[in-house]
């Protein structure tokens, strides 16, 4: 019998940690997108640039599985080579924001004092102000490139996130471990590096995935103002933008691109959904 029962917990632990059905859904979307971004441009049926005036706007057919646009341009190959810059630009800002907020979170939920003081005083300052308004100003003002957009990204998006790491940092330093660890002597980086972040992960990573998210929607949304990238780049958001006219002629040429935004930031989302209890139940 105690066999039995150890053999019954490892099969918990075993059914705990196996992928569900949703993670394994929203994970190969994510890496079907991450291999398109990747590889795109190589298996696209046509050059993503190559124009066809005569042919113009077309609807989908065997040659063009999901029509052309008004400049005879595959919409299929544009999806696909859009996906880099799409998909890479969000991950950078999910990265920068993820970075910056467990580092900076860490710091002032574990030192306290006047740095937490600052730096909260800093953080309320930023989420005080309208994300969206701020960020098409700062990018209008440093001169509307892609580089700019996921540089004030980045730092928008960071407050929010310092604030949850470091309200999760003040409860990890109270705990018996934390103490254990000042008590021995170890240095405070160590600490909160090798000892409170792996215990706050799960957040962090959910975290790091909300980021993408919003990034994902709002750089999307900045290309569909024509501000980021220029005219003529496969993107998903400026390929909306572009094909917006061309709902009575090629409605696909608009409404790929939208439902590959709206798949991807729906995949990620769910994964980090899934992500988070699993990570918390480990």
């Known amino acids: 019998m105690p066999g039995a029962v150890?053999?019954?917990?490892?099969?918990?632990?075993?059914?705990?940690?196996?992928?569900g059905p949703v993670t394994l859904l929203s994970g190969g979307i994510l890496a079907l997108m991450a291999a398109a971004a990747l590889f795109g441009t190589w298996v696209a049926p046509y050059d993503p640039a190559a124009q066809d005036l005569a042919l113009g706007a077309t609807t989908p057919g065997w040659a063009h599985w999901a029509g052309t646009d008004e400049l005879g341009r595959d919409v299929l190959s544009r999806c696909l080579a859009g996906a880099r810059s799409a998909l890479l630009w969000p991950?950078?800002?999910?990265?920068?924001?993820?970075?910056?907020?467990?580092?900076?979170?860490?710091?002032?939920?574990?030192?306290r004092g006047w740095i937490d003081a600052v730096m909260m005083r800093v953080v309320d300052l930023l989420i005080a102000m309208p994300g969206l308004l701020m960020l098409i100003v700062l990018v209008g003002v440093l001169g509307g490139g892609i580089g700019w957009a996921v540089l004030a990204m980045a730092v928008l998006?960071?407050?929010?996130?310092?604030?949850?790491?470091?309200?999760?940092?003040?409860?990890?330093?109270?705990?018996?471990?934390?103490?254990?660890?000042r008590t021995l002597g170890l240095g405070r980086a160590r600490i909160m590096f090798?000892?409170?972040?792996?215990?706050?992960?799960?957040?962090?990573?959910?975290?790091?995935?909300?980021s993408f998210v919003a990034a994902l929607v709002a750089?999307?949304?900045?290309?569909?103002?024509?501000?980021?990238?220029?005219a003529g780049t496969p993107d998903w958001g400026l390929m909306i933008e572009e094909n917006r006219g061309l709902l009575d002629l090629n409605p696909w040429a608009a409404v790929v691109p939208a439902a590959l935004v709206t798949i991807a930031a729906t995949a990620a989302t769910l994964l980090g959904d899934q992500l988070f209890e699993r990570l918390s139940d480990a």
């Open 6 to 19: 150890r053999l019954g917990g490892r099969a918990r632990r075993l059914r705990r940690t196996r992928p």
């Open 91 to 111: 991950l950078v800002v999910a990265l920068g924001t993820c970075a910056m907020s467990t580092s900076l979170g860490l710091l002032a939920g574990y030192r």
């Open 157 to 181: 998006f960071t407050p929010g996130d310092i604030r949850v790491v470091r309200s999760l940092t003040m409860a990890q330093r109270e705990l018996a471990y934390a103490e254990a660890a």
């Open 194 to 210: 090798r000892h409170l972040l792996p215990n706050i992960a799960p957040t962090v990573v959910a975290g790091a995935l909300l």
């Open 219 to 230: 750089l999307s949304g900045l290309s569909f103002l024509g501000i980021g990238l220029p």
